[in-house]
């Protein structure tokens, strides 16, 4: 029965897929307009002529739409995403060029944001009502509503600027020369602000879903067995309360870590990081619809998978999920 229901996730999400690169193929050419200006940007009214035909016949876009569907297919099933205009190169080099920054950036940033987050919840939730929690609750909702951009920017100021304790843009210092370690320290000097920016506005969304998921724990029967059994506050809470309000936690971190694939747009502009938010930008900023499109694709396939593995862990996280 469960191998079956995961079955039919696994359809449901190839399907979502399909669904998704046919948008992505079809929404452009659909699009009013020259379609020129889908790929050339907004640089199409200094084309000539035979660069226009150039154009149009390397996108394949004076063949019948059909046959261009299907190329789109072949051509992503072969890693070939296209060519940026803009940049003068194949957008598979520059998704594999900013990648790594935005995974080292928010992987980073979630691991940190996630033991923030988890402990505080757990200690909220111990000491529920009390002073400690009641402090606790009113800070993770104030930095909830603050925004990224306002918050790295003021790091800048007091950290980078007054301060000048650490970099305030980049990824690496320009023509610095650095190897080895010393360019390890340089990326990791660089890459505190934004992590910390994206880490602080991360850790009130897993505060929460911790704080009330072991509420919720501890009012279940169980709980309340243990004691009864004389079992210590300790061991109840890290035998029986954490383990069993870790699931929907896990859950949330996972879909997270798709979405990081979409990188942090704005934390990433503020600090000028090399990421694929970054990029996202630029490529907003410069009408480069084709790197659009295929950041489009990379960031819907990636929350998809980060679905799929929360489908599988959640069942080895909490037995119950099975029997139903």
């Known amino acids: 029965m469960l191998s079956q ?21 079809f929404l452009p050419r659909l699009m009013p307009g020259n379609p ?14 035979e660069e226009r035909a150039q154009i149009i016949e390397g996108a394949g876009l004076d063949r019948p739409l059909g046959e261009q569907y299907l190329r789109y297919w072949g051509d992503l099933l072969q890693g070939d995403l296209g060519y940026s205009y803009r940049q003068k190169r194949p957008i598979v080099d520059l998704l594999m060029e900013r990648l ?68 305030s843009f980049g990824a690496v210092t320009p023509a610095s020369g650095y190897s080895g370690w010393a360019h390890v320290v340089d990326v990791l000097r660089h890459a505190i602000l934004p992590v910390i920016t994206l880490s602080v506005i991360s850790v009130p969304d897993i505060y929460l879903t911790m704080r009330y998921t072991m509420l919720g724990v501890l009012g279940e029967d169980f709980i309340r067995t243990a004691r009864a059994k004389g079992l ?60 659009m499109q295929a ?5 819907t396939v990636a929350v998809l998978l980060a679905n799929l593995l929360a489908d599988f862990l959640y069942p080895l996280l909490d037995p119950r999920t099975k029997a139903a």
Do not use: C
């Open 232 to 291: 210590s506050e300790r061991r109840i809470l890290f035998a029986h309360v954490i383990p069993n309000a870790l699931a929907p936690v896990v859950t949330v971190l996972t879909l997270r870590l798709g979405y990081a694939f979409g990188g942090a747009a704005v934390i990433e502009t503020v600090f000028s990081y090399p990421g694929l938010g970054r990029l996202i930008f630029e490529a907003v900023s410069g009408r480069d619809y084709p790197v």
């Open 36 to 49: 020129l200006a889908l790929l050339a940007g907004v640089d199409v009214g200094l084309l000539k002529p």
């Open 5 to 25: 229901a995961r079955g039919g996730r696994a359809v449901q999400y190839l399907i979502v897929l399909v669904v998704a690169i046919t948008l992505n193929f």
């Open 100 to 167: 790594p920054w935005t995974l080292l950036l928010s992987g980073a940033a979630l691991l940190l944001s996630a033991v923030v987050g988890i402990i505080t919840g757990a200690i909220s939730a111990w000491r529920r009502a009390k002073a400690i929690d009641l402090s606790l609750l009113w800070t993770m909702i104030v930095i909830n509503s603050l925004p990224s951009f306002w918050l790295g920017m003021l790091l800048i100021a007091v950290v980078a600027v007054q301060l000048g304790l650490l970099p």
């Open 295 to 299: 950041a489009f694709l990379l960031f």
